[in-house]
């Protein structure tokens, strides 16, 4: 029954603002900025049913995409746009999940930590560095415009980043205590949090 219904939407992007591609803003080679699809109009993922019960497929694809997260926002050239990357990649995952569900309190969980890491990088923006849609590794692009942190302030905003991931496992273990069943499948969702927590720790 998931399998009928549970498709991941292909999210496309806007450009609030342009950017000649290889220009260093203090030193640093920015990400490359992409135009818009002007007049395209992009899919949506609207549910067929309310509910997902639990598979294992949908519970892998869920882990996959969460451990892609973290390999595309490493491939992006400057570590100043990670903590958004990160929470703009987990927004996308959270908005492809339904919100009823066997798959409710994962999204409950993933949105969460989507929204404090974008509110993490909004409120340490570097303003001498552009923000906008960037592209990464295999021309992935971000679903959205990316905020820089201030290079100053990496390090710190990267700790703060790691205990709101470290936050989101914690709820999803939580989570998977209600029964043997949730349990096998919540935990392989916490334990992708992993390679997001390695790549905070490593940047």
């Not at 640093?28 to 497929?57: K, R, T, Y």
């Not at 001498?128 to 679903?143: C, E, I, K, N, T």
């Not at 999803?172 to 992708?192: G, M, N, P």
Request: charged share 25%.
């Amino acid at each position: 029954m998931a399998k009928r219904y549970m498709k991941w939407a292909l999210l496309g992007a806007t450009v609030a603002t342009m950017y000649p591609a290889g220009i260093a803003v203090s030193g640093i080679s920015p990400p490359v900025f992409v135009p818009p699809n002007i007049g395209v109009e992009l899919p949506v993922f609207i549910p067929q049913v309310p509910e997902v019960e639990f598979s294992d497929e949908v519970t892998e694809e869920i882990a996959r995409r969460i451990e892609a997260a973290a390999s595309f926002c490493a491939s992006i050239p400057a570590p100043e746009y990670l903590v958004d990357c990160l929470g703009d990649a987990l927004g996308q995952i959270a908005r492809d999940l339904p919100a009823t569900g066997d798959y409710a309190e994962a999204r409950r969980a993933i949105d969460l930590a989507s929204k404090k890491l974008r509110k993490l990088a909004r409120e340490n923006a570097d303003p001498g560095l552009p923000r906008g849609v960037v592209r990464g590794r295999g021309g992935r692009l971000s679903s959205s415009p990316l905020t820089p942190v201030r290079s100053d302030r990496l390090a710190a905003v990267n700790r703060e980043a790691l205990a709101i991931v470290e936050e989101a496992e914690t709820i999803l273990l939580r989570s998977a205590e209600a029964s043997t069943l949730r349990k096998v499948h919540y935990q392989t969702i916490a334990a992708a949090f992993g390679s997001n927590k390695v790549l905070l720790r490593s940047t």
